[in-house]
């Protein structure tokens, strides 16, 4: 991967920085983009528009690192009746609008003449076919929404960029903050997750564009 270009959104995260770091280590210039050290709030569209503005074009892979678990301080809902409209609001804000207003920039970013990779991190419970247990409401149907704009905008992508790969990935539950009160049998590292996460990409080909895989290559149904 020596002499490709690489940008990070979320790299100041747990998954992020290890993705930055595990670039890194492949030879790829990575620029990485957070709130906590460039500004960038991705879900203030002028915001996104500034800092993403100044990127030149020409990057081999976008990859947008940032999520939301908790909705306007709110664990996720147990119940219908724990439905708040601030906490589907926050979901939707961070998990879905976000991401899409940094896909808006993937047309210019990304170069045209080679493969190119967008890629967001979705979560396994953002699939409505393997939704099999309910709960967690907002949280599902953000990254529900997610896989979809991923998804459109990969047809889309495709008409100018015929070698871009543009899926959403769900990393398995990662040891990070984001985590801190999740009780899961396995947690990965946020280096174990990284590398996970590029060994699919690396993996991928334009025919891929469009789909949900899991941090083992495993397909996801939507």
């Not at 804000?93 to 045209?112: D, E, F, Q, S, Y």
């Not at 979705?122 to 998804?151: E, F, T």
Request: hydrophobic share 40%; net charge neutral; aromatic share 4%.
């Amino acid at each position: 991967m020596t002499g490709t270009r690489a940008l990070v959104i979320g790299a100041s995260g747990g998954i992020g920085g290890a993705l930055c770091a595990a670039l890194a280590a492949r030879g790829v210039a990575v620029t990485g983009l957070s709130r906590r050290e460039n500004g960038l709030e991705i879900t203030d569209e002028a915001s996104v528009e500034a800092v993403l503005g100044g990127v030149t074009p020409g990057v081999d892979m976008i990859l947008v690192a940032t999520g939301a678990l908790h909705g306007a301080g709110q664990p996720p809902e147990k119940s219908l009746r724990s439905l708040s409209a601030a906490a589907l609001a926050d979901q939707y804000a961070v998990n879905a609008i976000g991401p899409a207003l940094i896909l808006r920039h993937a047309p210019r970013l990304l170069r045209r003449d080679r493969r190119a990779v967008f890629a967001a991190i979705s979560a396994k419970v953002g699939s409505i076919g393997d939704n099999q247990l309910g709960g967690w409401y907002s949280y599902r149907a953000a990254k529900a929404a997610l896989n979809q704009i991923v998804h459109t905008g990969a047809i889309e992508l495709a008409r100018s960029h015929r070698e871009a790969i543009c899926v959403t990935l769900h990393p398995g539950t990662v040891a990070t903050q984001f985590t801190a009160d999740h009780k899961a049998h396995r947690k990965h590292s946020p280096e174990e997750s990284a590398e996970n996460l590029l060994t699919v990409l690396e993996n991928l080909t334009p025919d891929d564009t469009g789909q949900f895989y899991s941090w083992d290559g495993t397909r996801l149904p939507w």
